[in-house]
């Protein structure tokens, strides 16, 4: 029974993670972009007109990038509010804590590795490789991934 509550504990960490990855990835955006914007209104025209314009151009084209970045973590914030916090489902899918003879997954965002003494959780999306190929298996299922064989030991 302690493992079970142990696992469940993992995984409320592991969603935990995935927003705080979210979270601090969105403010360093938005407080670049208010620094970006900050220096766009406080550029003033110098003598060199073209230096002036360049500088203008060059800040907007970052504006524009950090935009993109932006809308791309909007999206990846709607994906993880969509994560099934409980679900206990004996197929892999959205939300689902992975369990591998080597390793653990957290099916969710790509937020990258979730260190949990004395476990890590590597929390990737349904659209990586692996979870493409862990997507829709059952405990005992095996898969191949970069020449290595995993095998399914426990989903929750």
């Not at 524009?64 to 999206?75: C, D, I, N, S, V």
Request: with cysteine; proline share 3%.
């Amino acid at each position: 029974m302690k493992e079970i509550e142990s696992l469940d504990t993992l995984k409320k960490d592991a969603y935990n993670f995935c927003v705080l990855f979210v979270t601090d990835r969105l403010t360093r955006i938005q407080d670049h972009i208010k620094e970006l914007e900050t220096a766009l209104t406080s550029e003033t025209k110098s003598s060199a007109g073209d230096k002036h314009e360049t500088g203008r151009a060059m800040i907007q084209l970052e504006r524009e990038k950090l935009g993109q970045q932006l809308a791309e973590l909007e999206k990846t914030q709607q994906l993880l509010s969509k994560v099934p916090k409980d679900r206990k489902a004996p197929t892999v899918g959205l939300g689902s804590l992975v369990i591998t003879d080597t390793f653990i997954y957290y099916i969710a965002i790509s937020a990258g590795e979730f260190k949990s003494k004395p476990k890590s959780v590597y929390c990737i999306s349904a659209a990586t490789p692996i979870g493409k190929l862990a997507f829709g298996k059952v405990v005992g299922d095996v898969f191949s991934f970069n020449g290595k064989e995993l095998t399914i030991v426990e989903v929750r």
